[in-house]
């Protein structure tokens, strides 16, 4: 398993079901009064997933990390709330914006349905900036890999990743990689050419 825990699969998916639940529930507790469609919903919802579990696996990832250079649980919350959570709050703000922007069209099916789908990406990020750190924080041990487990605190730069030796390997054939790269991209273009 890529995450090396079941907790940590399966948190952020926990905490952007539950944003989603908050949203979908004010987006309901509106809809008659805003005259909202059903659609509005569908939208929020989608999006309100996406970016919770986005948001949420930036903030576990960072813990993970610091948890792996040798911070203690509380000062690694604190760091990945600091550091991911500048880069969650501007993803949502960039976002937010976006959906926003529906407003500038002037059609007010696609007004609400932005403004509505904008309010559970701000959920999205509450939750990521509040309730993942606050779960992690209950199960500190949680979110970590077995093998950290057992170890205790990982030695830096891990061969036995696939992904660490990829990255390694593009490192050291750069050119290679990128004629490689370009050219796969070049053949799932073709088709648009048909077009």
């Known amino acids: 398993m890529p995450f090396g825990s079941m907790a940590a ?12 639940c908050i949203s979908t529930a004010a987006i309901l507790a509106l809809g008659s009064t805003l005259g909202l469609s059903s659609s509005t919903g569908t939208l929020a919802t989608m999006l309100g997933l996406a970016c919770g579990i986005d948001y949420a696996l930036f903030v576990v990832s960072c813990y993970r990390e610091e948890r792996a250079n040798g911070h203690t649980s509380q000062e690694a919350a604190g760091l990945a709330v600091g550091t991911a959570g500048s880069a969650v709050v ?23 349905m ?3 789908t904008a309010g559970a990406v701000v959920i999205a ?7 993942v750190p606050a779960l992690v924080g209950l199960w500190p041990k949680a979110v970590l890999s ?16 696939r992904g660490s030796r990829w990255a390694g390997f593009g490192r050291r054939h750069p050119v290679p990689v990128l004629i490689v790269t370009v050219a796969g991209l070049v053949v799932l273009a073709l088709p648009v050419l048909s077009l």
């Open 9 to 20: 699969a399966g948190l952020p998916l926990l905490t952007a079901i539950i944003g989603v």
């Open 114 to 116: 932005g403004l509505s």
């Open 125 to 131: 990020v509450l939750i990521a900036l509040t309730l």
């Open 146 to 161: 077995r093998r950290f487990k057992k170890i205790g605190r990982r030695v830096q730069g891990v061969e036995g990743n």
């Open 90 to 112: 501007f993803a949502g703000l960039t976002v937010i914006i976006a959906l926003a922007g529906l407003s500038a069209v002037g059609i007010p099916l696609l007004t609400k």
